[in-house]
């Protein structure tokens, strides 16, 4: 059944539940299963995994930006601006030189070049990873959610009091327990 099909179940004064009730707080909710007095179905979403992804995502995308502007977004580099995407095509687009040396001293600055070369792209196939799985962890955390029942009493209530004739003050209640 979809959000807006769930069966609600009827409070009256004598099954609302109170502080002093032994009814757990929150029981599991499968579709199709009865509604107990005093329970409301809550959907909720994997905020951990959301969460947990998010924070990943944003730190290797933002070490992806820190090498690109080391880099002057040059050479591809800009190509690391583009989440999840950007360091294959990075890594894709570079431009490799070939040395032509005479000279020892150039030999040893095309090594160099060339070592350089290779970190680069170590570190940005690695961030590439990092970040496809966490943009992965990210929308699994999207797609799931559970269902659970949840005793009405322990839901916050929030209501708005519109101002009443002949004063111009709004009120704003919530109401719960934690």
């Not at 799985?133 to 699994?140: D, N, P, S």
């Amino acid at each position: 059944m979809g959000a807006a099909q769930r069966p609600r179940a009827a409070s009256s004064e004598s099954s609302t539940p109170t502080s002093n009730d032994p009814r757990p707080p929150v029981l599991p909710y499968y579709d199709g299963m009865p509604v107990p007095p005093g329970y409301r179905v809550v959907n909720h979403p994997a905020t951990g995994i959301i969460a947990g992804g998010l924070v990943g995502l944003g730190a290797s995308y933002g070490a992806g930006i820190i090498v690109g502007a080391t880099q002057g977004f040059k050479n591809a580099a800009g190509w690391l601006g583009a989440p999840l995407v950007g360091p294959w095509l990075a890594v894709a687009e570079r431009k490799y030189e070939q040395c032509k040396t005479t000279t020892v001293e150039q030999a040893r600055a095309c090594v160099q070049h060339a070592v350089g070369e290779v970190q680069f792209i170590t570190f940005v196939a690695v961030d590439g990873v990092f970040q496809l799985a966490t943009g992965f962890l990210t929308l699994a955390g999207l797609l799931s959610s559970r269902d659970e029942l949840i005793r009405e009493d322990l839901l916050p209530k929030v209501s708005l009091i519109p101002p009443t004739p002949g004063r111009r003050e709004w009120a704003l209640s919530v109401q719960g327990r934690f």
